[in-house]
Structure formats: C-alpha cells, structure tokens
C-alpha cells in the first residue's frame, strides 16, 4: 500500500511539474507573429517565387525574394490583426485568417504553441 501511494504521489508531482513547465514555457503572441511571417516569407520565397513559368514572371522572380523581405513589417502587422490567440496557460491556440485582399482567397491557419514552439495543425484556403 505504501508503494502506490509513493507511486501516485510521484505522478501528481510530475504532472505538476509538468504543469508548471508548459506555463513557463507557453509562447507569447510576438513570438507566434515572429514565427507566422518566418513561415510565410519561406512560402513566399519558394512557392511562389520560384514557381514562375513565362518571361516576364521570370523578370519578376529575380527581384522576388527581395520584395518578400522588403514586404516582412507589413507582413507581421497584417499577421498581428489577424490573428485571435485563446490562452489555456500551459498552452495556446492561435486562429489566423489572413485575408490581404479581396482578389486573393482568404487563408485559415489554426496553431497550438507550447514548449516555446508552434505546430500549425490546419492550413487551408477557404
């Protein structure tokens, strides 16, 4: 009997620590903007930029990756308006609908962050 109350004391204390760490290490939304235009500016750069076909695309894409970084502090301001965070504590869902204008579909992206990292789990065009 005394072994698994030792036992269950251990699990609640390791899932406390556990607990504790998830808060600690909860990302903050700066840190979600920082990673979201990072990850848009490498889909910029390789799915766009680099998929040009005719001439004057290919004109276009040598100045490509140059106006995808010019474009980065309007990229995380139109990133930092379209983004809801909802905070658990130990971890948080980030909800973005990006949406730059009305002639580009909107995009839905849905990431959890936790552990000081983003794992974006739904990426879809609506």
């Known amino acids: 009997m005394k072994a698994l109350t030792t036992i269950g004391c251990s699990g609640v204390i390791g899932l406390l620590a556990l607990g504790v760490a998830m808060a600690m290490t909860n ?3 700066a840190e979600y903007e920082e990673y979201a235009t990072q990850r848009l500016t490498e889909y910029l750069k390789v799915d766009v930029c680099q998929k040009t076909s ?5 004109l276009i894409k ?3 990756d140059n106006l ?3 474009t ?3 990229m995380r301001d139109i990133l930092a ?3 809801q965070k909802q905070d658990f504590v130990i ?3 980030y909800s973005t609908d990006l949406k730059i204008s009305s002639w580009i579909p909107l995009y839905k992206f849905e990431t959890v962050g936790a552990f000081n990292n983003f794992y ?3 990426a879809k065009q609506q």
């Open 54 to 58: 005719n001439f004057l695309e290919n």
């Open 91 to 93: 971890f948080s869902v």
């Open 120 to 122: 974006t789990y739904t």
């Open 81 to 83: 308006r379209s983004t």
């Open 27 to 29: 990302p903050s939304q």
């Open 62 to 64: 040598s100045q490509c």
């Open 68 to 70: 995808v970084d010019q």
């Open 72 to 74: 980065i502090p309007q």
